[in-house]
T-cell receptor
Framework: ELKVEQNPLFLSMQEGKNYTIYCNYSTTSDRLYWYRQDPGKSLESLFVLLSNGAVKQEGRLMASLDTKARLSTLHITAAVHDLSATYFCAVVNSNSGYALNFGKGTSLLVTP | GAVVSQHPSWVICKSGTSVKIECRSLDFQATTMFWYRQFPKQSLMLMATSNEGSKATYEQGVEKDKFLINHASLTLSTLTVTSAHPEDSSFYIC???????????FGPGTRLTVT
C-alpha cells in the first residue's frame, strides 16, 4: 500500500522566516505533486516533479524531489501572510489508474 | 491551462434523497476522471477512478451501489450519491486527466450537506 507522510502537520511561522515541509512516501514513484488549498476551496497546483533531483521554484516556494530517498521537500523562503494555507503533497498510485495518494497536509499559518 | 468544472458548487439535501454531481472538462478530453472526498480538516481520499465508456473502479470501502459513477463521454463524469445520509456530508472533488498523465486538473469541488 502506498503511504504518503507529511511533516509537520501544523506550522506557525513568523513573516520573514524560512521553513521546510517534508513529504515521504513508501513505494517507488516517479511523479510527485504539491498543491495548495485555501479554506473552502479546491486544490491549486503548485509543482509537478517528474524525475530524481528535480527542483522547481515559484516565488517564495521551492520544491525538490529525491526518488532514491523517497523524499520531497517544499521550502518556504521569507514567508509572508499570503502563504497561509494548507499544503498537500501527493504521489501517483499506478495501481489506481494513476490516481493520487495524498499526504495529510500541512496547515501553515504565517503571522506578523 | 485546462479547466475542470463541477456542478453544483454546493447542495443541501434531505436524508434519503439522491444527489447528482457533474464534473466536466471544458477544454480538453478527459480519458480518466477521479473522484475524491474530503472531510473537514482532513486530506483527500480517492473514491473511484473512471475511464470513458468503462465501469468505474472503486477504492476499498467505497460502496459502488451508493456512489454511482458514470463517465459517458470524454468531457463529463457524474457522481450520484444515492439515499444520502448525514455521514455522506463532505466536500467532493473531481479531477481529470487527458493523454498527458503527468497532469491532473482539479475541479472546484462540491460541498454536500445532508440534513
Amino acid at each position: 500500500e502506498l503511504k504518503v507522510e507529511q511533516n509537520p502537520l501544523f506550522l506557525s511561522m513568523q513573516e520573514g522566516k524560512n521553513y521546510t515541509i517534508y513529504c515521504n512516501y513508501s513505494t517507488t514513484s516517479d511523479r510527485l505533486y504539491w498543491y495548495r488549498q485555501d479554506p473552502g476551496k479546491s486544490l491549486e497546483s503548485l509543482f509537478v516533479l517528474l524525475s530524481n533531483g528535480a527542483v522547481k521554484q515559484e516565488g517564495r516556494l521551492m520544491a525538490s524531489l529525491d526518488t532514491k530517498a523517497r523524499l520531497s521537500t517544499l521550502h518556504i523562503t521569507a514567508a509572508v501572510h499570503d502563504l497561509s494555507a494548507t499544503y498537500f503533497c501527493a504521489v501517483v498510485n499506478s495501481n489506481s489508474g494513476y490516481a493520487l495518494n495524498f499526504g495529510k497536509g500541512t496547515s501553515l499559518l504565517v503571522t506578523p | 491551462g485546462a479547466v475542470v468544472s463541477q456542478h453544483p458548487s454546493w447542495v443541501i439535501c434531505k436524508s434519503g434523497t439522491s444527489v447528482k454531481i457533474e464534473c466536466r472538462s471544458l477544454d480538453f478530453q478527459a480519458t480518466t476522471m477521479f473522484w475524491y472526498r474530503q472531510f473537514p480538516k482532513q486530506s483527500l481520499m480517492l473514491m473511484a477512478t473512471s475511464n470513458e465508456g468503462s465501469k468505474a473502479t472503486y477504492e476499498q470501502g467505497v460502496e459502488k451501489d451508493k456512489f454511482l459513477i458514470n463517465h459517458a463521454s470524454l468531457t463529463l463524469s457524474t457522481l450520484t450519491v444515492t439515499s444520502a445520509h448525514p455521514e455522506d456530508s463532505s466536500f467532493y472533488i473531481c479531477s481529470a486527466s487527458g493523454q498527458n498523465r503527468n497532469e491532473q486538473y482539479f475541479g472546484p469541488g462540491t460541498r454536500l450537506t445532508v440534513t
